[in-house]
């Protein structure tokens, strides 16, 4: 049984953690798995998007205590999992559907996107094993939430359930568990047949946008990105066909 599964399905990858039994343990070899998939999703010519997903009813319950060593290469390896979908060059949705613990925790914020069903529960739990927050934990966490959601969970080690995680701006949406997946695949549908250089160079600039760089220099980005996008004929064509909608819309009243 392989511990990590990987399909490409309508222009969006899906990479699901497969070890329900062990709590889809993030063990080196699964890192290693991950990694190389989120290579190829993001090396394909047609996948626009990447889902990241848990087996049963556990996301990812963590590292592997063993590997847990005072030594930066066994922790870089451990980090390498998340740390591949963190910088992945691809929109990316993390769909929790239940415990996200430690180095799992660590992979659901990694995501762009949270869709989580009520039995989702992000622990942080570093404090538990006598851990300082690593991975770039603290980084991605006050990206994506405010100063007392980030130090509730990092200082206080409180846990969020999938509705809680709504709420504080953590997830997108809390679907029913049946639906998870395909909820998540139905939220990159919007994008399925979008070029893939324009996503890719769109999360470039959103990123760029969320490093303290200066309203102008954003500005002067999207421009230089805006122009390169309406050479594209993708762009000509969607505006063609807006353009001739307005015009019919317009000669029927």
Known sequence: MS?????????VALLTLNNPEKRNMLTLDVCRQVADYVAIAESHDEVVALIVTGAGSVFCAGGQLSDIQPDETA?????????????????????????????GFNMAV??????????ARFEPRFFSLGLHPGGGNTWMLRQLCNWDT??????????????????????????????LVAQAFAFAANIKDVPKSLVVRTKETLRAANSGRQHAEIVEIETREQIRSLQHPYAQQAIAAMAEKIASKSAKT
């Open 3 to 11: 511990t990590v599964l990987f399909e490409i399905k309508n222009n």
């Open 75 to 103: 922790l870089n390896t451990i980090y390498s999992g998340f740390l591949s979908i963190a910088e992945c060059k691809i929109p990316t949705i993390a769909a929790v559907n239940g415990a996200a613990v430690g180095a």
């Open 110 to 119: 990694a995501c762009d996107v949270r869709i989580v069903t009520a039995d």
């Open 150 to 179: 980030a130090a509730g969970m990092l200082l206080f080690s409180h846990a969020l359930c999938g509705r809680e995680a709504v709420e504080k701006g953590l997830a997108w949406s809390c679907v029913e568990p049946s639906d």
